[in-house]
């Protein structure tokens, strides 16, 4: 089954606004994964925020967990077109043997 | 240098037809992955692989066998493709509780 859910599943900002999504998680988790993936193309890992973590920062990247809630959100802060992609959460269980499972994505889409 | 590369990367064949993905990486990564995107993006595991030992083996059909001749190699063989096999796979690899670096994936197209 599905274990991360994303929200929205698709969102459209103009350039330099802020993109907020967020993760929903069912399981006790070991870390949680931020990838973007652009049309056609692979996946690219942007942060890993481990369970003990609570808000993690990587250039225009801040990314926020709560285990309480088995939530995630990652904010892109000043949005660019280039940041048009796909974004997924994914997270890696307790006890999975490093296996990502990913969440189904939501589609964001800078417009200039 | 690319990090994960996986070839082919278009892949159009007959139904019944049996085919091949191979996947190598270069970073010294111990784990490399499978993974299969289906046409609502949805990722989902296949399998997992520890230093050539085969840790993680999802509900696939037996038609899909993957082998790893060494750590840095892990190819894909499909037997007798179905229609529902079109998606495309994508291989990844990492390092203990680090982030997977992914190759540009496969569409594997079956008529």
């Known amino acids: 089954s599905q274990q991360g859910e994303e929200d929205p599943q698709a969102l459209s900002i103009q350039e330099g606004e802020n993109a907020t999504m967020n993760c929903s998680y069912k399981t006790s988790i070991n870390n949680l994964q931020w990838y973007r993936q652009n049309s056609g193309r692979g996946l690219v890992h942007l942060i890993l925020?481990?369970?003990?973590?609570r808000e993690k920062h990587s250039g225009r990247l801040r990314v926020t967990l709560d285990t309480s809630k088995k939530s995630s959100s990652l904010l892109i802060t000043a949005s660019r077109a280039a940041d048009t992609a796909s974004y997924f959460c994914?997270?890696?269980?307790?006890?999975?043997?490093?296996?990502?499972?990913f969440g189904t994505g939501t589609q964001l889409k800078v417009e200039l | 240098d690319t990090a994960v590369s996986q070839t082919p990367k278009y892949l159009v064949t007959q139904m019944g037809n049996d085919k091949s993905i191979k996947c190598e990486q270069n970073?010294?990564?111990?784990?490399m992955y499978w993974y299969k995107q289906d046409s609502k993006k949805f990722l989902k595991i296949m399998f997992s692989?520890?230093?050539?030992?085969?840790?993680i083996n999802e509900t696939v059909p037996n038609r899909f066998s993957p082998k790893s001749p060494d750590k840095a190699h892990l190819n894909l063989h499909i037997n007798s493709l179905e229609l529902g096999d079109s998606a495309v796979y994508f291989c990844?690899?990492?390092?203990?509780?680090?982030?997977?670096?992914f190759g540009q994936g496969t569409r594997l197209t079956v008529v």
């Open positions: 692989y520890n230093n050539k030992e085969l840790i």
């Open positions: 925020i481990r369970s003990n973590e």
């Open positions: 970073l010294g990564h111990d784990t």
């Open positions: 994914a997270t890696d269980l307790t006890g999975g043997g490093n296996k990502l499972t």
């Open positions: 990844a690899s990492s390092q203990a509780e680090g982030g997977a670096f």
